[in-house]
C-alpha cells in the first residue's frame, strides 16, 4: 500500500505562485506515475499534469503548460505541482495521484489540498 499526503494549497493573489507537494510512503516510488488533478465547485475531476515514473516525460493541460511544471524527487519520494502566474480560474481542490503502469496493480489518491486565486 501507498500512503499519499498532497499538501500546499492556500490562498494566494492573482499572479502569485503556490508550489504543491506530494509526499509518499516510498518503497516503490519509482514504480508510479504521477499525476495532478483539480476539481472546481461543481465540476468534473481533470487531469492537470503528469510525469512518467522516470521522469522521462511531462504532459500538462493546455490552461497550465508553461505555467505549472510537474516535477518529482526519487530521493525523498516526493512530487511536486510548481502553480506560477496563476488565475482565479485555477482555484480547485488538487489531488495527487500515484499509479503503476496499469491501474490494476495499484492505485492511489491524496486527499486533495485547496487552493483559491482571489483578489
Known amino acids: 500500500q501507498v500512503r499519499i499526503v498532497d499538501s500546499g494549497g492556500g490562498l494566494v493573489q492573482p499572479g502569485g505562485s503556490l508550489r504543491l507537494s506530494c509526499a509518499t510512503s516510498?518503497?516503490?516510488?519509482?514504480?508510479?506515475?504521477i499525476k495532478w488533478y483539480s476539481q472546481a465547485l461543481g465540476k468534473e475531476r481533470e487531469l492537470v499534469a503528469l510525469?512518467?515514473?522516470?521522469?522521462?516525460?511531462?504532459t500538462y493541460a493546455d490552461s497550465v503548460r508553461e505555467r505549472f511544471p510537474i516535477s518529482r524527487d526519487d530521493v525523498k519520494f516526493e512530487a511536486y505541482l510548481q502553480m506560477n502566474h496563476l488565475k482565479p480560474e485555477d482555484t480547485a481542490v488538487y489531488y495527487c495521484?500515484?499509479?503503476?503502469?496499469?491501474?490494476?496493480?495499484?492505485?492511489?489518491w491524496g486527499q486533495g489540498t485547496q487552493v483559491v486565486v482571489s483578489s
Open positions: 516510498g518503497s516503490t516510488f519509482t514504480s508510479y506515475h
Open positions: 510525469i512518467t515514473k522516470d521522469g522521462s516525460i511531462t
Open positions: 495521484n500515484a499509479r503503476r503502469d496499469s491501474t490494476r496493480f495499484g492505485n492511489y
